[in-house]
């Protein structure tokens, strides 16, 4: 990249002939990074002005690296051993979504033992529509009388011997969580997807959270039992 374009284009994420020449254009690493702005344009503002947890995530999804299909595969095959591949996605629907997030997944060289989605906007009665094979599926209800921004779900390699803990699987306006006991590991485990709808209080929903990880199955390594948590608390502030 010329220097020129590189010095022009540093404080952006937009690419267009304002920043790249064209020899120089299919160079640049497109990144989805809407704080990078804010934490490196300091003419208005000063840098002590900047909130940390904006720098931090700036920092997070500036070092993201992107992964053509086999250099994930090789990647994913490196860091996976018998139980230790879980995957989370805020799969934003179901219906517009899921078909794609299948055939990506048929892409993989390895399955994920345990996949956990967010904001499915189904429950029981239509999981059987979205099934992934070599997967057992547990779908959560959703938010009476919402259609959108609701519903976890967990998919559990059919391998593995799983059933939902009622105890701490429950579903408010504030928080919605889902939680399975897979038990056909050398090591039992509880996993478990967690959501909070936007539209819920924040610190209801944290004191919901707090309830539901004191009831769950404590974590001592080593021991026969262990813990594996997914969840996102989108929104928090």
Wanted: one cysteine or more.
């Amino acid at each position: 990249m010329h220097h020129k374009c590189y010095t022009k284009s540093i404080n952006n994420d937009t690419l267009s002939d304002d920043f790249y020449c064209p020899k120089c254009v299919h160079l640049a690493v497109i990144r989805y990074n809407p704080f990078r702005l804010a934490c490196t344009n300091f003419s208005d503002i000063e840098s002590s002005e900047v909130d940390d947890t904006i720098i931090k995530v700036d920092q997070i999804l500036n070092n993201c690296v992107s992964y053509n299909v086999k250099e994930f595969n090789k990647a994913l095959d490196n860091q996976m051993n018998e139980f230790s591949s879980l995957l989370f996605q805020n799969i934003d629907g179901n219906k517009s979504n899921f078909d794609t997030f299948a055939i990506e997944s048929h892409r993989l060289t390895k399955k994920f033992s345990i996949i956990a989605l967010a904001e499915t906007n189904e429950g029981p009665e239509s999981s059987s529509l979205y099934q992934l094979t070599g997967y057992n599926s547990f779908y959560q209800n959703t938010i009476p009388d919402k259609k959108k921004g609701t519903g976890v779900a967990l998919y559990v390699c059919d391998t593995l011997s799983a059933r939902v803990n009622g105890n701490v699987s429950h579903i408010t306006e504030h928080l919605e969580t889902l939680f399975v006991a897979v038990s056909s590991t050398t090591s039992p485990v509880t996993v478990g997807v967690m959501y909070r709808p936007p539209s819920g209080n924040v610190n209801v929903a944290l004191s919901e959270l707090s309830d539901i990880l004191d009831s769950l199955p404590k974590c001592s390594y080593p021991s026969s039992k262990s813990l594996i948590e997914t969840w996102t608390l989108a929104e928090l502030t």
